[in-house]
Each structure stands twice: as structure tokens, then as C-alpha cells.
């Protein structure tokens, strides 16, 4: 009778250990997700396996997040939490998403920097898709150490950015952005580009400061080329650049339709009314559509422009200062007309 009985204890607690085991299966393999679509989280270094769990609990599935909350407090996952942007696949079992966020298996995403015309802007707009808040990315490009460790100072650092789309991590640190910023530059410079660049006795750096200036003074593509080709001219003459734009940035009042004679005399080395050649460094990330604009500018001899009376966002352009009279009196006077101040 005794050995009937422990071989029924054994057996009762061995159907009782399958039992348990396979609802741990059932449970590990359950999807956690019930949502149809990809979703993502993002783990960041306040997190917490509750926290964690809390960010998946909106679209989980009630048996899948058992699985997965079974496995995160019975692993050591709280001593070792990986940041990162993780994605949920739809039918995604609780280990397999278990295994991705323990082992820090992310995802990575389509980063675009966009033509900013400041880097407290750029900062801003990064902190919004990436880990890094605004103030770490904005004390980067305004240190000149930084700045120096990648062949730039703090006016010319907008040249480090090409505005373009690229694949990245969304936990990336300061230093691996920068990094990889300037490998895509000189991805980007790399061959044709450089070349005429040289050709041109430019280095990227200044082609990107006048092509600054040019995406300031038009959102036309097609007259780029042209308006560079008059920049070029003045440069090549000695002759101060006069630019705009420049004032705008000098003033930081990038909303100005008018820039009146007392403005002219404002005090800052970005002022191209008052100092001759480039300004220290372009005065926003200029686009690839303005870079090469000035690599491939229409050679001609004209000296001015002034924007055309149709308000076309076009321009009139002059081979005399004469000329240049007769179109500016025609946009001022089209000015005056609308109340523009």
C-alpha cells in the first residue's frame, strides 16, 4: 500500500509539473500583440520592467502579456534593461519578444534632418525622434571642442549635415550621431562633388555657406543655378555679396519681407552689406538641391538681382547697378501696393 501511494504521489506531481510546463509553453508562445499592425515601444533609461510592461499593455493580448510578464520577473531583465526602440510584431509570440527587448534586438528607423536654419531648431526637432533630448544635442554643436573633433567650429557646423534620410537607431548617443553624420558627408562629397568643388577653389564648407544663402533667396530649384553664378561673379570681383538673407540671420527675424536701408548697418560678421566675401558659415543646413546649384552654377556676367513684381519667388537679374534700379523700384513699388512692411 505504501509504495501505491508514492508511486501515486509521483505521478499526480509529475502530471502537475507537465501541467505547469506546458502552460508555461502556452503562455511563452502566445502573441502578445493584438493589434494587427507593427507596433513599437520605446525603453529608455528611466524604465522599469513594470514601466516596460506598462508601454505594451495598451495593444497586448491579455494571455501573451501573462507570458511575457511570467518571463520578464522571473529572469534577471530589471538589472539589465536595454534601451531602444523595439517593434511587436503581429502573431509575435511572449519569448520571441522577451528575447528582442532582454537582448536589446531593436529596430531602427528612417531619421530625416531637416534644412534647418539654426542648430537650436535642428536640436529641437531631433529631440522629437530620437532618445537624446534638446538641450545634449544643442551643447554639441555649440561647443567648440565638439565641433573641432569633426573639422568644423560652431558657425560652420551646419556644413557637417547633408538633409537627407538615413537609417538609424533611436537610442544613438551624441557622439555615434555626430559620427555618422560626417561618414554620410563625406559619402556625400566623395568623388564628383569634391572635385568641383576644387575646380572651383572652394572647399565644401564654403560651397555650402553661398548654397545657404541661395535656398534663402529662392524655393525655385531651376533659378538656383543661375543665382549662384551671380554670387560667384561678386566674390570673384571683390565685390560684397549684399545678401539678404544674411540680414535675417544676423537679426535672427527670419520672418522679414522687407529688409529697409537702417538694417543694412546691423553689426555681425554675418552682415554681407558690410563685410565682403562668405559670411563665418552657412546660415542654415543648406539643401542638396542648393549644394549643387553652386557645383554646377550658369556662368554668365550678371551682377544683381532683385526679386521679380509678380511675387513669382523668380528674379530679375541686371548687368548694371542702373538696371538693377529700375527692377528694384518695380518691386518696391509692387510692395508698397499690397501693404507689405
Not at 533659378?223 to 535675417?248: F, V
Not at 540671420?249 to 529688409?259: G, N, S, V, Y
Request: net charge neutral; glycine share 6%; aromatic share 10%.
Amino acid at each position: 500500500m505504501k509504495n501505491f501511494n508514492a508511486r501515486s504521489y509521483l505521478y499526480i506531481s509529475g502530471c502537475g509539473i507537465l501541467l505547469i510546463l506546458a502552460l508555461v509553453l502556452v503562455y511563452a508562445f502566445t502573441p502578445v500583440s493584438k493589434a494587427d499592425d507593427v507596433c513599437y515601444i520605446y525603453i529608455d533609461e528611466d524604465d522599469t520592467q513594470d514601466s516596460v510592461l506598462s508601454k505594451i499593455r495598451p495593444f497586448g493580448h491579455t494571455a501573451g502579456m501573462t507570458g511575457l510578464s511570467m518571463l520578464v520577473r522571473h529572469s534577471n531583465y530589471d538589472a539589465n534593461i536595454r534601451t531602444g526602440r523595439y517593434a511587436i510584431h503581429p502573431g509575435e509570440g511572449a519569448l520571441a519578444v522577451f528575447r528582442h527587448i532582454k537582448n536589446g534586438q531593436q529596430s531602427s528607423f528612417s531619421l530625416t534632418i531637416p534644412e534647418s536654419r539654426t542648430m537650436e531648431h535642428l536640436a529641437g526637432v531631433l529631440s522629437r525622434k530620437l532618445m537624446l533630448d534638446s538641450a545634449t544635442i544643442a551643447q554639441a554643436l555649440q561647443s567648440q571642442e565638439t565641433c573641432q573633433k569633426y573639422g568644423y567650429d560652431t558657425c560652420t557646423i551646419p556644413a557637417l549635415f547633408v538633409p537627407n534620410t538615413y537609417d538609424i537607431y533611436w537610442n544613438i548617443s551624441i557622439d555615434a550621431l555626430l559620427e555618422r553624420m560626417q561618414k554620410e558627408h563625406d559619402r556625400f562629397w566623395r568623388g564628383d562633388r569634391e572635385q568641383k568643388a576644387a575646380q572651383m577653389g572652394l572647399t565644401p564648407q564654403e560651397i555650402c555657406t553661398l548654397a545657404s544663402i541661395i535656398d534663402e533667396e529662392t524655393a525655385n530649384n531651376q533659378e538656383k543655378p543661375m543665382i549662384a553664378g551671380m554670387y560667384l561673379n561678386r566674390l570673384k570681383s571683390g565685390m560684397p555679396l549684399q545678401a539678404d538673407p544674411t540680414i535675417k540671420f544676423a537679426l535672427k527675424q527670419f520672418a522679414l519681407r522687407r529688409i529697409y536701408n537702417k538694417l543694412l548697418s546691423t553689426d555681425s560678421p554675418y552682415n554681407t552689406y558690410r563685410n565682403e566675401g562668405l559670411p563665418p558659415g552657412p546660415i542654415k543646413i543648406a539643401s542638396i538641391q542648393g549644394i549643387d546649384a553652386v557645383l554646377n552654377h550658369v556662368e554668365h556676367d550678371y551682377l544683381y538681382m532683385c526679386a521679380k513684381e509678380d511675387f513669382s519667388g523668380t528674379h530679375n537679374f541686371a548687368h548694371t547697378y542702373q538696371e538693377h534700379l529700375k527692377n528694384a523700384a518695380r518691386y518696391t513699388k509692387a510692395l508698397n501696393e499690397k501693404g507689405i512692411k
